[in-house]
């Protein structure tokens, strides 16, 4: 069978968007070296749940972590989100 | 006691699990295996396609990964132990098949200690009884990069891995050089310098190796997999919200089903083998990379006693490969469509279409799939006329 190739295919250049985000969450909220923050796209395929969503973690030493959802999925999220 | 080795099977759809399973399926090294299949899907096809044998095969849910409703994995092992301990199996090892879909972080923490809290006595003796013994991602050389780049859970599924497989790679070797698939196990390699990294098409390649029981460890795999295991127990932990709402505070969404869809096609009578390879085309055409995986069992006319499995993957479709004999009674025409914001109804259209030899409507079904890619369109319908003109003359 005939295989079609789309060089025009878009790309959300996902690890990328996901390390510019870090960077803002961590200016942001003026986070050191030592805390980790975790960015991760989720989505969900159940009836009334938003379809896809943003969750960041924060996670500074021996605290909980503090968790920011943002409904939008990662390659939609601008510097103003985390205003 | 020792544990069961509990092995996940993942990577993006249409990367070679199913193929890969049957391989394993087929090996006697790989009897009293139990394999459990995660669909996502409104139809179990993917339990046609695996053949199972004699093998355990069961099917488990993804759950919903943006509230409280967990996967089903545990409840799944503790049955596979209770048959066990009654005799009714014999159980060496388990084989998770996750969706291509998948997040690995949920089931993860649900495999190792520290991960999700056991809860109640299924939970411990699952804990007690199983352990997870290595993350095993496939990726297809072809399709790989751009899936990395658009979706999020194909970078995960890699990240999470401690072995990871190149499949189809020998599609790429032109003439021989084998110089695009290291520039690719350089590129995973960056992505997950701890897995160990192997190329499915060597003639040295033994699948059994990546499935040699191990202690998976997330810490050896870097910062990301700890923070998003520690983050999915974050969010699984929050205060639990039903399906359908959001937060207090938080923006009204009504967006459910705009984006990732899943939808079959059927089809009651056997279906003429160059209409579906003209729908097929047409489709993949229009919808490029929003094609996600489209998978099925096909009845064609000119060979009814032998079913067909057809597979497709964003813009790649596969020749569709003979099975033996039909896996049940159910004798359809069986399509299972995952997309990324494709509305079943035109590829409905277009299917009745095309198989029904319309081309006027063909024509107008395509355009609804909205690419305006009418070159190929016409490419497609006017050699099957010309086929046929020259059949005609020739009879």
Same mark, same amino acid.
Request: hydrophobic share 40%; net charge neutral.
């Given at each position: ?83 | 006691? #020792? ?13 070679? +699990? ?23 899907? #409104?139809?179990?096809?993917?339990? $046609? ?57 949920? /089931? ?5 200690? =520290?991960?999700?809290? %056991? ?12 352990? /997870? ?12 990069? %751009? ?28 003439? =021989? ?9 350089? +590129? /995973? ?9 192997? #190329? ?30 520690? /983050? ?9 919200? %039903? ?29 003429? @083998? ?13 919808? =490029? ?69 319309? @081309? ?7 355009? #609804? ?17 010309? $086929? ?8």
């Amino acid at each position: 069978m005939k295989k079609f190739m789309n060089p025009f295919a878009p790309s959300r250049y996902l690890p990328e968007k996901a390390s510019q985000i870090k960077e803002w969450v961590r200016m942001r909220h003026g986070l050191g070296d030592d805390v980790v923050v975790a960015v991760s796209e989720l989505a969900c395929r159940d009836y009334g749940c938003p379809d896809i969503e943003t969750v960041i973690g924060i996670m500074r030493p021996g605290e909980k972590i503090e968790t920011i959802r943002v409904h939008k999925p990662i390659v939609d999220i601008e510097r103003d989100d985390f205003k | 006691m #020792d544990s069961t080795p509990v092995f996940l099977l993942t990577g993006f759809l249409g990367a070679g +699990k199913s193929t890969l399973l049957n391989r394993l399926l087929s090996d006697p090294e790989f009897a009293d295996t139990a394999v459990v299949i995660n669909e996502f899907g #409104d139809v179990a096809i993917d339990h $046609d396609l695996v053949r199972a044998g004699k093998t355990q095969v069961v099917r488990s849910t993804t759950g919903c990964m943006c509230c409280t409703a967990g996967s089903d994995i545990r409840t799944t092992l503790y049955e596979l132990q209770t048959l066990a301990e009654k005799g009714e199996i014999a159980l060496r090892r388990v084989i998770v098949e996750t969706t291509g879909l998948a997040d690995p972080a949920p /089931l993860i923490n649900d495999l190792i200690p =520290g991960g999700s809290p %056991a809860v109640g006595l299924r939970d411990h003796v699952v804990a007690r009884n199983f352990a /997870l013994a290595g993350v095993v991602t496939l990726v297809d050389i072809e399709t790989g990069e %751009a899936a990395i780049d658009n979706h999020f859970e194909a970078m995960k599924q890699i990240a999470f891995a401690d072995r990871l497989l190149m499949t189809k790679t020998d599609l790429v070797r032109d003439g =021989g050089s084998t110089e695009g698939v290291a520039l690719f196990r350089t +590129k /995973l390699a960056n992505a997950n310098p701890a897995a160990q990294i192997f #190329d499915g098409k060597t003639s040295d390649f033994n699948p059994s190796m990546l499935f040699q029981a191990r202690a998976y460890v997330p810490a050896s795999l870097g910062d990301d997999v700890i923070a998003w295991l520690a /983050l999915e127990e974050a969010v699984r932990a929050e205060k639990p919200r %039903a399906h359908g709402q959001t937060g207090a505070g938080q923006q009204a969404v009504d967006r459910h089903g705009d984006r990732i869809r899943t939808f079959t096609l059927i089809r009651e009578e056997p279906v003429v @083998p160059a209409a579906f390879r003209k729908f097929m085309g047409l489709v993949s055409a229009a919808a =490029g990379p929003r094609l996600l995986r489209v998978k099925g069992i096909v009845s064609l006319s000119d060979d009814l006693t032998h079913p067909h499995v057809v597979h497709a993957v964003q813009h790649m479709v596969h020749p569709p490969r003979k099975l033996h004999a039909w896996p049940n009674e159910d004798h359809r025409t069986r399509l299972v469509f995952i997309t990324d914001g494709i509305d079943p109804e035109p590829v409905q259209k277009l299917f009745v279409a095309a198989l029904d030899n319309q @081309p006027s409507r063909v024509y107008r079904r395509f355009t #609804d799939l909205g690419s305006g890619l009418k070159n190929l369109f016409h490419a497609a319908v006017t050699r099957p006329k010309r $086929d046929e003109t020259r059949k005609m003359e020739n009879s």
